[in-house]
């Protein structure tokens, strides 16, 4: 009989498919046999079917997915059932609109999980609930947690949580670091890549349930139906995960693919084009998301073109959604040339129009007034339009934050973001509660990361750059989950569940973006990265296409000190925050170090807090943040024997090039404000070794075509 | 025991990495188990061993992708030994300069494989003669040949034998429609991408020994110190499988990154830095095979730019190369703007240089005059230059034959322009034998596919595209092999071995650029896609940066009749063949329908040797083209149960789009020239249902941002 068994499970083998390293291409769902023999034999025990009844795609979805989990996990297959089965102990999935589940009561995202007699019951508000709470109880078994009495509940702060894809329709990728764009779009509809699965799975393992496909810097063909037709099929491969399909829209298109002569928001026959448009789209695709617009920004068309304002241009758009269930996300990333001070254009812009907005409109708006720099305060939007809901926009690839080859773990700087406290109703008016809604009782709440996504086998480049993909989805869920216990799960779940590693690394992550921010841009510096491309330093970038993309317009250095002077005496960008702010950061010596330079112009050899000058401080921060670098090598490599090889050398090998491109850093920084400082190196740190000039030349190679 | 065995099995399986259906990264070098019973046991008996001694890194390169071959092949691992085991059969592998191999006896390439005793011996002239029998021996078991007293020797026709990639900086290749570039540079070379070796592999397996890694559209930057360092990361992964790594140069370096004032190439200081320069590269890759050069071609800046011409250009270089083993293949795709006719230009600007090139220097002409159309008489200087060897430059990347979403196997064209006649030399002067060097004695020779390859998972976009990458090899060793021959081995490498499969496909295949053609460009068309992108068609474009960017400059559809009038009467292009070809083409009676509105503008009525008037005769091809995609679907859809299911939909999918945009290319190209032509469509085909109008709207959307 065991010869028997045997022999049917070798000719079951020979069948299998070839057997391959692991890639990083299935993140963290990888469902590897849990290794812990008396934790596996209490899941087994668990676990031994999977029911679900009715016909809801996402909870059909969901008990797919379920068994595909556990099959891994438990190394056996868990059967399906209709219903439980009275002998055996299982988990049921059920929807059940009256669910409990903790936080926002109005979510229909929510999930609880919970112990029925003997079996596990995961109940959700709604197909997607279910999803979710499967994928979290998928997350207990990864990461190794005890399923007995287990008892979760769970609901999302955020309404709309979105990826946007800077993809264009050629397949390049706005500051992508990853291969190229992973939709195909001369294969679709024909075609549909198994990736655009994966991808689904992904996002909605972390509760990710919207994805703007295109680049904000928008086509007029994704209007086009030869083009909806495509979309329509993408919708179709994400809807069963729970997912919606949104498009950036290029203003002109009524124009350019309408034949109109205009695209005045207020022109009649431009209204009618939309609402027509939007119809058809609605026919195609009936849950699909809305309009993501960037207008009358950085060359892009808009209602301005026209004489109108922002509002005028979505709320035309908001009508012509009409009674369908969709939204628009109104980017708020604006800035002419030529004002004194980029900081305040969009607040100067948006601010009149708070109340404005018709109720199908959220205004997006970065988590900082510049963009997406390493360290950023958050943006004075937030609060200052309590009539208007706001989507945090934040950036999931690394456009200013080291690419594809530096290890910057970004959850800290997400969060430090939402618990910027904007203190417009008193202390407590967190970024997170105006987003949330919460704060103003908005019925709308969204958040949106510019994805980090490509073609490369392992989705982001740098092995670690998963971890942002991962976190971004887990604070769009819960805001509140510390950093460091979103780098926990994820490690737990994609490199290595040794404990002392798991803890090396998590420490590692959750430090590395402060490390980032010594070696480019300490003490509130921002914008002095390399023109164009965004890579390596060039601070002394003084001419550009306008005066806001060079860096002298930002760090202002000169013989006297350093750093942009946005007090009363200055730009004056302060009196946009509240005064509870403007008190504390209008004074260098209340001003937290980490803004100090976004708005103070400080002399090279004003003592801070720390009991250094300006000067010492900033090279002490240039040389302990490069050398910090060699920490994080030194920890990767002590992870080693935890974590698969190749993995361990691909990591490794970035972090190599970090510390180099550290180093570059440090030395075109120290090198170039020395000419204004003058002012040698401060003990212990030894003078870099090559001249400015040296730097130069290395790091203005990268700007040649 | 049994059990025992078993048991054993089982724990091996079950510490196996996890298992993944085959997603085409394999390419032609799957080494999936034999499945033939008695095949395997003759394989198995004959392999028992792997010997070879020395330390040669490319001999050591072939021991190994032997042993990972058989192991693969034969399901067991074939230990590798120095020297011949008495008591078993094996195989030995040996560098033998004098080793007896066919073809040219100057090439170190060669290899020869027998039976020596009980053992099979693969000699090889050089360890890449040596790697490239093993890939030859391997080939065999891979298609289920008998090597029972084998005996097989081979030797190269050409020399060199290159890969051009079109691959940019920042990561984009140009005309690349698999992902982005393969070549990760700002990891390298602290990180080599183990897909570099892999690639490597793949073209060390069909006889490729040589990759041109940047764009000719050149990038300064590959000739800093610091990009030179990433360089030869590359070279290191490449030169134990025999590949030599080249450089195209931008003319203008020396300004650009050498800070002079000039880039004249009789410039004294000129050629100093491109000495220095030149040394500086072998000095870190002492195997550097040598410049690839676009000058004064579409704006890249070139010798001209000073007064001096391509030979003045090129010489330099050869002189800079001085006597490190490296060569300049400087291109004569060329094309001033205003001439009547750019068919004729390279050949008037090269032909006169004929006897003034250095002997390092390979000029590299495109198949055709004008550019990588579907169907191209072959260059007019081919024979044309015979003081001159001539490197021919064919485009695997699918740029004007359907990208990645059209099934063109490649291998008819290749040959096409191969086997061509210039009768310069009397009957027989095909260009084969100019590119080999034999027709007019040449020690240098070299043939260069532009290539298709990307970050795509499968590598080429389309997995039938590998298809091409495959027969380029192939027919860059061995140009007399027949494309259905290419076809089949490929076939049975990589899709299937059933026989009856084998066929259909091959046949698909082998027809199916004629049947691209038909749909697209029958008759002698050419240069009728859409601008810019090349992607669909747009015959009615008249409007572009230059005339001979447009399409009417190619058709010259009028009231009278289509085509370009290119003998005596017209452009005389003609003349720059010998009489033979002149002779033959000349005249429409004689000319080959495939070749003759590329020669002739001949009247709508005018009958042709079909017995049907032009105007019908290009009806018919048009639809009897975008029908046979029909049939290539019907002969896919015939082979389902031999191929794997997964690829079986992928290729199915991009066939259904195929016929799509075939009808987009029927109906644009029919209702066009049928403005001109004022005829009806012929019976029995319907005439389309859609309008002018209705075509040019949906193709030209693909030309919107």
Known sequence: MLLRSLLLLLAVVAAAPRCVADDGYRLWLKYDRVADASRLAQYRAAAQFVAASGGDAVLTTAAAELQRGLQGLLGQAVPRLAAPASTKRGILLAIDPS????????????????????????????????????????RQ???????????????????????????????????????????????????????????????????????????????????????????????????????????SVFWAAPKVIGGLKTADPLD????????????????????????????????????QDYGRNHADGANMLATALGTHDGIVMWRAFVYKAGSDDRFKQAYEEF??????????????????PIDFQAREPFHPLFGAM?????????????????????????APMFKECLDADTQTKGPGSTVARVVDGSLDQHRLSGI?????????????????????????????????????????EWTQMTLTREPKAVATIVELMDRSRD???????????????GQNIHYGPEPWLAQAGRPDWTAVYYHKADSLGLGFNRTATGSNALALYSAGVQQQWGNPTTCPLNYLLWFHHVGWKQPLRTGRTLWNELVTRYYTGADSVTWMQQRWASVQPAVDPALH????????????????????????????????????????????????TLVNLYQLK
Not at 459 to 481: I, K, S
Not at 516 to 529: D, E, K, N
Not at 649 to 659: G, H, K, M, P, Y
């Open 99 to 138: 669910a409990n589940v903790s936080g926002s009561s109005a979510s229909r995202d929510g999930y609880q999980i919970s112990a029925q007699g003997k079996n596990l019951v995961v109940k959700g508000r709604s197909g997607a609930g279910v999803l979710y709470g499967v994928f979290a109880l998928l």
């Open 141 to 247: 078994l990864q990461t190794g947690q005890s399923v007995a009495n287990l008892s979760l509940t769970s609901s999302p702060r955020i309404q709309y949580r979105l990826l946007n894809h800077w993809d264009n329709p050629n397949g390049t990728v706005e500051r992508g670091y990853a291969g190229s764009s992973i939709w195909k779009w001369n294969e679709l509809p024909q075609r549909l890549d198994p990736r655009y699965t994966d991808y689904a799975r992904a996002n909605a393992s972390i509760g990710i349930n919207g994805v703007a496909i295109n680049n904000v810097n928008a086509s007029a063909r994704y209007l086009t139906a030869e083009y909806l037709d495509k979309v329509k099929a993408l919708a179709g491969v994400m809807r069963p995960y729970g997912i919606r399909v949104y498009l």
């Open 649 to 696: 050398a691909d990591v490794a090998a970035r972090l190599a090039i970090q510390r180099r491109e550290a180093l570059w850093w440090r030395d075109a920084c120290v090198l170039y404000f020395q000419t204004f400082s003058k002012q040698p190196i401060p003990a212990p740190f030894a003078p870099p070794t090559r001249t400015l000039a040296d730097v130069k």
């Open 351 to 368: 601010k009149p129009l708070d109340g404005k907005f018709s109720p199908k409109v959220l205004v997006q708006v970065k988590n900082g």
């Open 515 to 529: 490390v980032y921010v010594r070696y480019t841009t300490p003490l509130g510096l921002h914008h002095i990265m």
């Open 448 to 488: 949106a990361g510019v994805a980090n996504i490509g073609t490369d086998r392992n989705w982001t480049g740098h092995p670690m750059g998963q971890a942002n993909w991962y976190a971004f989805g887990r604070l769009a869920w819960d805001y509140t989950l510390p950093s460091a216990a979103i780098a926990k």
């Open 268 to 303: 009649p026959q431009v209204q009618q084009w939309w609402k027509a448009k939007t119809d058809e789209i609605y026919r195609a695709i009936p849950d699909f998301g809305g309009f993501l617009v960037k207008a009358n920004s950085e060359g892009e068309p808009g209602p």
């Open 386 to 410: 309590p009539q208007t809901p706001l989507v945090l926009e934040v950036q999931i690839t690394q456009e200013y934050l080291g690419m594809a080859t530096h290890l910057v773990y970004l």
